[in-house]
């Protein structure tokens, strides 16, 4: 009973009913929880989803000739003699550079035939660019060797294909006249997208421009940064490097849809967390107001010797603060001891995974919790904690000391 | 010297059906070093008298001076500060924060008038020696009796120096032998130490040490008795 | 003994006619195709939900340049279909527009039967896309055949794995061809029946191509008229010949 009067007082009223004080802050405990879990888990799915595009093949930046995003054609293609990639691997913060030949193309077997985009790719580089080489299941990634081709193995089943069999290509050149030859499947990939799997083939660079006519030209420069975050900066850069021939384009701008998704689940993770704060505020408010009605002769008592309103007013609301700080540093510390070995191992959601799998974000997510979020909730959860005392805090300097004291 | 004085008090009930005229043309005054007692049946309008008088309530119509200013002119906060710094009171029960011990009760209102911590605590150790109860200085109120708690409300009562200490029915919830000490007490501490006690009661064994007596009924003086 | 015989007929066959393989399959192709052709061919297409016949007027040049024209039911009737080479166009009566078939639409059926546009389309060069084996001697439908093993060249873009050609000896026509993938499954089998004259020329007029992998799944087409060799004006096979109604 020395330094602080206020906080002392306050520490022993929330002592004095410990059940009661443990309610809120289990309620509290399990708010912050709840809300650093949810967050973690879909900043880890779409964060996943991202990533797992990126790695698809989105790389974090794409150079086309002008007008191929609108229109397809093989015959926007970029002249192999223009040397693109060497100057693009110059600019610093680029990590690696892969060019990608890039057709809509026709597979047929025996038994079926599928639409699908080709990639024809040097394998070598498309290795530091893209992760299909890491996703090989069957068989082995591109080596260089002539007509192989990589193909998923929901488009192999379909095709009632396997290792080894062939399969033929059928494609437009530039001119539009239709191409067929023949590759044989080297190599089988299971990613974690059903649609990717159905809908990309890859085959050598060569084995396509050979067939297509093409040289040494090809249709995109998929390129790789050290950062993620650089690419912003990195686009402009390149942009006016290579003029105005070329469209450059960051992983945001190609995947516009998944990027407002994010966006879009951040916003809805307010409303969650909003409809947790609500919930909380009210919990807050009930047993608060319990415990002024519980104390009205003590304040009263408190008042009448000289224990201003605004002190009272203070008391309560110090109450609510420290039990809500409490909460919250408990919370943090259980879902920390929860969550950090979870970013570790990834939490296995398999037994609901085809539909993950369908979402293109895969069975196993490892939570990413933001920093905005604990910080908010380190700000916030407190305060939800003393708006919820507000109105019984009141409620209690409202009472006269007369009538507080003369209440048996 | 005058400490409090009514001018035609009226107290009058409005919050129930019917208005409850608790108080009538109240006059009176205290001086320091009284140690005057307001008795009267139950209902007879004590407690209200002395909740006016100790700034705790609002009469509906007349004055009160405390120490010659008007009670009536001033704000929540100055009222709040007049309580603190010049009143002492001792309810009937109750009178204590459940969760500070003894000792830290009586500093309470000290904490309150920002003395330093060795001051409060060498007159909390005195207050609770005056009243023999040293002992019990860090025990809760619910480890004390009745009348151990009602000492260390009156030792609260009168640390702070106040002008006047207001007790409604402080023995009423205490056996006679009981009351009877704390009593014993109190008049000891108005005569050695001349601190000025305003007592409601209806118990005789008050009224009986009473040096200024004022009989009370139906909300208005019926006598007043000067020993 | 019926063995040994059969044997020394089949050498003697072999040895005094002194074809191989090659020859037996061109002379067959070409017997049924022609350099050129023109007639009446109706295609009936019979999967167990529906049966359906198609009347057709057609043009051929060899395997460059072809005009289909249907001719009846009424629904159909004036659509048109022109390869030029590798590339494929639609003609749609009821609309008046001309679609060029897209590479991703070459391997859907040709109007609901069990051939693709590329069926059509193809150039099957057999000679040039395939090893060709004499196996044996083989009766098929009472018809004594060779038996011709064709595998495909390891680049070759040609979708099976193996091809079993059944030749008549007498009249070296094509009777059965069957078409297997790569793991020797049987996907689709063609029979050539009910040899006709047609401008004094001996050819299977029914031709039934048999699904293996989708049961009761058969197209057959009937020749019903042919002329081969005959003069065909290149005009014929014109955007403007394939836009003008009828
Ligand atoms: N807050 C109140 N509201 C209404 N009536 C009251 C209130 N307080 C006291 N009274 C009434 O005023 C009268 C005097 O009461 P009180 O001062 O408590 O008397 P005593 O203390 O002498 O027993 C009684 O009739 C009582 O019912
Ligand atoms: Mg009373």
Redesign the interface.
Known sequence: ??KN?LIN?AW??I??NKRRSAVVLSSIIVGVAATISMDGLTNGMTYQMLFNQINLGTSHIQIHKTGYTDNRLVKNFIQGELQLKADILRLPGVKAVSERVVTFGLVSSAESSAGIYVYGVDHKAEKRVSAISGLIKEGNYLSGAEREVVVGYELANKLNAGLGNKIILMANDPSGKIHSDVFRISGLFESFSSGFDKSYIFVNSDDLQNMLGLGNSYHELAIIVAEPSLAESLKSEIRSAVGSDFEVKTYRDILPILVMQIDLSRESMWIVNMIIGIALVFGIINVMLMTVIERI??FG???????????LFSLILLEALIIGLSGTIIGLVITGLIHIPFSYTGIDFSWFSEGLVSLGVGAVIYPVVSYQTVLLTIIMTPMIAVAGAIYPAIKAIRL???AA?RHY | MEIIRSENLDKIYKDNWVPVQALKNINLTVKKGDYMVIAGPSGSGKTTLL?LL?A??KPTSGKIFFEGADISKKT??EL??L???K?G?I?QA????????AI?NI???L??LGKP?ALRRKLSLNALRDLGIEELANKRPNEMSGGQQQRVAVA?AIVNDPSVVLADEPTANLDTATGSNLLDLMDEMNRSKNITFLFSSHDPQVIERARILIRLRDGQIESVQTK | MILKLSFIIFFLNASSLAQTAEEIITKAENAIKGKTAKGFVSMTVKTPDYERTLKMENWWIGNEKALIVIKSPKKEAGNKTLKIGNEMWNYLRNTGTTIKIPPSMMLQSWNGSDFTNDDLVRESNLNEDYFIRLIGSEAVEGNNCWKIELTPKPDAPVVWGKLEYWVSKQEILPVRVNYYDENSKLVRHMLFSENKKFSGRIIPSRWMMINDLKKDHITSFILEDMAFDVVISDNIFSFRELERGD
Do not use: C, H
């Open positions: 009973m020395t009067l007082l022993r009223n002592w004095r002769r003590e008592v408190l008042m009448a010797i000289g224990f201003s309103t605004g002190k006269q000391p007369v004291i | 909740n100790g705790l309530d929540v906060k709040s500060g309580r603190l710094n009143l009171f309810f109750y009178n204590l924060i459940p969760v500070l011990s830290e500093e309470f209102s904490m309150l911590e609260r």
